[in-house]
């Protein structure tokens, strides 16, 4: 399957109108004023310095915030303002028991071409930066998001939006339902979560947990049901990197990013395929983390990324499937560079069906604990007929591994794979085929904020200009 927006640039921001106004302000009640008074086209200026707001900004469609840049304008919260917390975390599918105006802009509400770019949005009492209800064509760009309390950047039904080049640091935090921070339990919240989010890119943008407390652990970009968008050269270094665990996913493209953790593409039985045939296409990112993809998802393609774990911390089986409602597929994962898969490649508890593995290059390497399971785990009920593990390398370094787990998985069609000290290697039939072996072509790309680390077959560091 080929790739719906890889020739794809950047959006680019398209030219204000000759007749646009800009109105210049520099201290917070200028500030206020403007934004309430500003129409379609107007500009407002934001001077250099801090404005310290006690009420959301509510810009209306067509008006740009535009400050002296992200280190020179600061919108944050008085001390006087101070929304409760009985709201967090907020209940995620509905407004219903949500504070929409715990934030420092609140879109007005199906508001259309509305520009922030340029300064920091700073909200250590607020419960996220930016609100929107079916806002179309939001352009978010040179923003900074820091230290807000549950999520940064939250919306229902967005479409057409471009977020880039911003930094999200510490922009969102884990609650306990009742308010009580710090306190481990509850849902946790999304540096940019959007709900029913449509035709949409994210791009170029750097995730940062900095601060250890419970209360700021947070999810690099939360989606509840995604159609065409593009998540892509971003480095996002928290615990979950994205998460998209619903269904009715269409073509969604997650690309060149460094993730520091997971990325969730679960649902009950996986949702159905679109027309098109695929729902999530996960190529050319670096993962970190040993548990790296949460499963199943029906219609994926996962390919050439680089699975780069520490053998000293193999808490977790690259792709995980935790549930228990059968799935139809199908998936694909080729063309990738696993180095240290930790417990094993795949594990799936849900019975699964159309699974394809080819052209991997695998090297498991001895870990801590030391791990002996097969490579490759599978509910007894997958429909093994529709699997596949073809021309692959797969190499066991040290403690030899089996590649299956369970006798059922025996079943799997297995052929033209170079097998080095795997440990049930002469149970399998494994017949040699005129294809090649491995990847079927080197591995090298660019990947993170605009392209700041360059992986090169199984070496990955800063990119040398």
């Known amino acids: 399957m080929r790739s719906l927006f890889l020739a794809l640039p950047l959006f680019v921001a398209a030219p204000l109108s000759a007749t646009a106004e800009t109105v210049e302000v520099a201290d917070v009640d200028a500030l206020v004023a403007a934004v309430g008074e500003a129409g379609e086209g107007t500009v407002v200026s934001i001077a250099a310095g801090t404005y310290e707001l006690t009420a959301p900004l509510e810009p209306a469609s067509g008006v740009t915030l535009r400050g002296a840049g992200m280190d020179k304008t600061i919108l944050t919260n008085a001390k006087s303002w101070k929304p409760s917390v009985k709201t967090l975390p907020d209940p995620e599918m509905t407004t219903k028991g949500m504070d929409t105006r715990a934030y420092l802009v609140r879109l007005q509400d199906k508001s259309a071409g509305v520009t922030i770019s340029d300064l920091t949005l700073h909200g250590p009492q607020m419960h996220g930066a930016v609100f929107g209800w079916q806002p179309s ?161 029906n219609g994926v393609e996962i390919d050439h990324n680089l699975f780069d774990f520490d053998p000293q911390k193999d808490g977790g089986n690259l792709i995980s499937g935790f549930g228990r409602a059968p799935a139809k597929g199908p998936a694909v994962f080729h063309n990738n560079l696993v180095n240290n898969p930790g417990r094993g490649v795949v594990w799936i508890n849900e019975p699964y069906a159309n699974l394809t593995v080819r052209n991997n290059h695998i090297v498991a390497r001895t870990t801590v604990t030391p791990r002996k399971e097969g490579l490759f ?15 692959n390398v797969v190499e066991c370094i040290g403690l030899a591994r089996p590649l299956f787990r369970n006798e059922e998985s025996y079943a799997t069609t297995v052929e033209n794979n170079k097998l080095v000290n795997v440990a049930d290697a002469e149970r399998l039939e494994n017949p040699k085929a005129d294809r090649p072996v491995g990847l079927e072509a ?18 990955a560091g800063p990119t040398k200009r």
């Open 377 to 391: 785990g599978f509910n007894q009920k997958c429909d093994f007929a529709t699997f596949a593990v073809r021309d």
């Open 137 to 297: 064509d939001l352009h978010v760009h040179h923003v900074r998001v820091k230290e807000t309390l549950w999520t940064g950047i939250r919306t229902f039904g967005m479409r057409n939006a471009r977020i880039h080049d911003c930094e999200f640091l510490d922009a969102g935090g884990r609650w306990k339902r009742g308010g009580e921070p710090g306190v481990k339990g509850g849902i946790t919240g999304g540096a940019v979560f959007g709900i029913w989010m449509k035709d949409t890119e994210i791009a170029h943008n750097r995730f940062l947990r900095t601060r250890q407390e419970r209360q700021h652990e947070f999810y690099g970009i939360k989606g509840r049901q995604g159609k065409r968008c593009r998540i892509h050269h971003n480095t996002i270094e928290v615990n979950f990197s994205i998460e998209f665990p619903f269904e009715n996913d269409e073509d969604n493209e997650i690309d060149h990013n460094v993730c520091h953790g997971t990325i969730s593409i679960p649902k009950y039985a996986g949702g159905p395929v679109p027309e098109s045939g695929r729902t999530f296409h996960i190529h050319h990112n670096w993962m970190k983390p040993g548990y790296s993809i949460e499963f199943v998802r």
């Open 442 to 459: 080197p591995l090298k790309f660019e990947c993170g904020v605009h392209g700041e680390f360059t992986v090169d077959g199984w070496n």
